[in-house]
C-alpha cells in the first residue's frame, strides 16, 4: 500500500503566495509520475501539474507562470509553490503518484483565495 501525506494550504489573500508539499511511503518501489490535481465545489477534479522522476514537468493552462511543481526523488516528496493566487485558484488540492501503474490519491488540503 502507498501512503501520501500531503502539508500546506490554507487562507491567503489574492496575489498572495503557498506551498503544498506531499510525501510518499509504504511499497513505492517504482514511484513514477506525481502530481497535483484540485477540485473547486461543483466542479469535477482537473490536473493542476505532474512532474516524472526524471523532472519533467507539465502545468495547466491555467496555473501556467504561477506555480511552480517540484520533486526530491531521495525523500519521495514533490512539492507545489503557488505564487500570485486568484480566487478561482481556490479548491482541495489532492496529490497523485503512480507507481507502477496504480494511482494513488491523497486526502486533499484546503486552499482558499479570498480578500
Known amino acids: 500500500q502507498v501512503q501520501l501525506v500531503e502539508s500546506g494550504g490554507g487562507l491567503v489573500q489574492p496575489g498572495g503566495s503557498l506551498g503544498l508539499s506531499c510525501t510518499a511511503s509504504?511499497?513505492?518501489?517504482?514511484?513514477?509520475?506525481m502530481g497535483w490535481y484540485r477540485q473547486a465545489p461543483g466542479k469535477q477534479r482537473e490536473l493542476v501539474a505532474f512532474?516524472?522522476?526524471?523532472?519533467?514537468?507539465t502545468y495547466a493552462d491555467a496555473v501556467k507562470g504561477r506555480f511552480t511543481i517540484s520533486r526530491d526523488n531521495a525523500k519521495n516528496t514533490v512539492y507545489l509553490q503557488m505564487n500570485s493566487l486568484k480566487p478561482e485558484d481556490t479548491a482541495v488540492y489532492h496529490c497523485?503518484?503512480?507507481?507502477?501503474?496504480?494511482?494513488?490519491w491523497g486526502q486533499g488540503t484546503q486552499v482558499t483565495v479570498s480578500s
Open positions: 497523485h503518484a503512480r507507481v507502477m501503474f496504480i494511482s494513488y
Open positions: 509504504g511499497s513505492i518501489f517504482g514511484l513514477n509520475n
Open positions: 512532474i516524472t522522476s526524471e523532472g519533467s514537468s
